[in-house]
């Protein structure tokens, strides 16, 4: 019993490590984006623009991690990456539309990061479960 939960717990903590990692490109590129994009659209598609290109790049660089290191998963790539992507795709929609909501409470010049951190730290648990259960 102790030894299963060991691995649980090396398991989650190799998650939030790849997780961080890929949070770390995340909010680099999304940071990066919004002020690239913000002179050419109004502040909620700029936001979303950069939410989903931000977390393309960081989506690549957590499913190899977590491929390969914190699952060690031997599912065929073509089934993992495609869970995967579904559940991304949920996930990015949902902070997308959440971090342009709480972003528009905000008082003005707040960061967008302000909005976007907190919403990705809940959804951070939700994926975890979900990638655990059905991805690999």
């Keep these: 019993m102790r ?3 060991a691995a649980a717990v090396r398991s989650f903590g190799k998650f939030s490590a790849s997780s961080l ?14 002020a690239v994009l913000r002179p050419y659209l109004p502040e909620a598609p700029a936001i979303v623009a950069a939410t989903i290109l931000a977390r393309v790049l ?28 579904v559940i991304t795709v949920l ?9 342009a909501a709480l972003a528009g409470l905000l008082p003005a010049g707040t960061p967008e990061l302000a909005a ?21």
């Design 3 to 5: 030894s299963a939960k």
């Design 21 to 34: 990692s890929s949070s770390v490109v995340d909010l680099g590129a999304f940071s990066v984006l919004c």
């Design 58 to 85: 960081s989506s690549l660089c957590n499913y190899l991690l977590n491929y390969f290191l914190v699952f060690h998963s031997h599912t065929a790539h073509g089934k993992s990456a495609s869970l995967y992507t």
């Design 91 to 99: 996930k990015t929609l949902a902070s997308a539309l959440l971090v």
């Design 116 to 136: 976007k951190i907190p919403v990705d730290v809940a959804l951070f648990f939700v994926n975890y479960l979900l990638q655990k259960a059905f991805v690999y």
